[in-house]
């Protein structure tokens, strides 16, 4: 792949680095990741007992080397504790170590390039070159996955004709429609057979957080509150609810704050983000500050929770549209692969194909 001579950067808006670490490196672990997969699948396997799968399929077709990739992988933690912690990795490890296997592992952790020159830079996993990862490849790459800037030129790039497991995890939730059917694409279209791209946290980010690809910025639409105590049905936009809740804080008695925050909340429950458990909750909790005579303490948290009402309500549209597309590629690839997703997980398995 010829290099661009102005490769986009920092397209992917995950969580950067602090003065204290990588804030995400724990919830990109691979036994993190495995916890989070059982959440939408509670008979999700170990990766591990993935991975000797795919070994012995590659023993048995003559393949030498098994690839895994880890899109929007941060610090690469994934990676990193597969290398790190034998007790995670036992089976691949015990089949590796066998006499007659001569395929290998090859790990490929792709992160944003903050940087033109972190574009399409390899840094080697220092944790790979250890004697009992003899057997194991481990690179870290950044590339800024883009409409243009896509899976299949990265794949090209790295000579890599097929792929056996693809992970993500929280990279899918920054991506904009367009792009987020486009990885879905490329990666089927590389899957080895009954090999698998799993994803967990696929809209979990509202619009603000959502990554630029090749400088489209969709524009969220405004969020509309519907008071259903108002019989003309008015609504609201959130600035206005805001500027409202504020003004009643500022100089208004007792009666008249609980009479706001018992409206704010009402409206808040018809945007139809809270689960009946939550709003159950949140009623309990606001009859419990009243009580205690701490409504204005209330009003406030009432207040604060506006914007984060109005970003849930973005990202349930934002999941109506993925959810829209994964069922369209459901059809389209409906002979080649199976496509799950619930919660916040994907499971797609690549089909083997049949004998002739």
């Given amino acids: 792949m010829s290099r661009p001579e102005s490769p986009m950067v920092n397209v992917y808006r995950g969580i950067l680095p602090t003065d204290e670490g990588w804030e995400h490196s724990h ?33 048995k077709s003559g393949r030498k080397q098994v690839i895994v990739v880890d899109l929007g992988a941060g610090y690469g933690n994934f990676t990193r504790d597969f290398l790190t912690s034998p007790s995670k990795s036992r089976r691949c490890r015990g089949l590796l170590r066998g006499q007659s296997m001569d395929s290998t592992l090859r790990f490929v952790s792709v992160t944003d390039a903050e940087t033109e ?9 220092p944790e790979s070159l250890t004697p009992e990862n003899e ?30 497991l693809v992970v993500a995890s929280n990279f899918m939730s920054y991506l904009r429609p367009p792009l987020f059917r486009a990885v879905i694409q490329d990666i089927i279209e590389k899957l080895e057979p009954k090999g698998k791209f799993i994803i967990y946290g696929y809209t979990r980010m509202a619009g603000s957080y959502l990554s630029i690809d090749d400088d489209y910025m969709e524009q969220d639409e405004t969020v509309v509150f519907v008071d259903p105590a108002d019989p003309t049905r008015q609504t609201f936009t959130r600035d206005e609810l805001l500027t409202w809740g504020e003004s009643i804080l500022e100089g208004a008695d007792d009666a008249a704050i609980i009479d706001a925050l018992m409206r704010i909340s009402e409206i808040c429950f018809t ?18 500050a009243i009580k205690r005579g701490k409504q204005k303490d209330m009003m406030k948290i009432a207040v604060d929770v506006l914007p984060e009402v109005a970003d849930l309500v973005r990202i349930k549209k934002m999941k109506e549209r993925k959810d829209a597309i994964l069922e369209e590629l459901r ?26």
């Fill in 117 to 125: 020159d972190d574009f399409l830079k390899e840094t080697v996993f």
């Fill in 331 to 356: 059809d389209k690839y409906a002979g080649s692969a199976t496509i799950e997703f619930q919660e916040e997980g994907i499971r797609i398995v690549k089909l083997a194909l049949k004998a002739t």
């Fill in 27 to 59: 919830s990109r672990g691979l036994s993190a990741f495995e916890h989070h997969m059982r959440y939408s699948f509670p008979t999700f396997p170990e990766i591990d007992i993935t991975l000797r799968k795919s070994l012995e399929r590659a023993k």
């Fill in 135 to 164: 057997m194991i490849q481990a690179v870290s790459i950044g590339y800024s996955i883009t409409t243009s800037q896509s899976i299949n030129k990265l794949f090209e790039h790295l000579d890599i004709d097929s792929v056996d």
């Fill in 271 to 288: 945007s139809g983000v809270f689960g009946l458990k939550d709003e159950e909750e949140m009623r309990e909790n606001i009859d419990i």
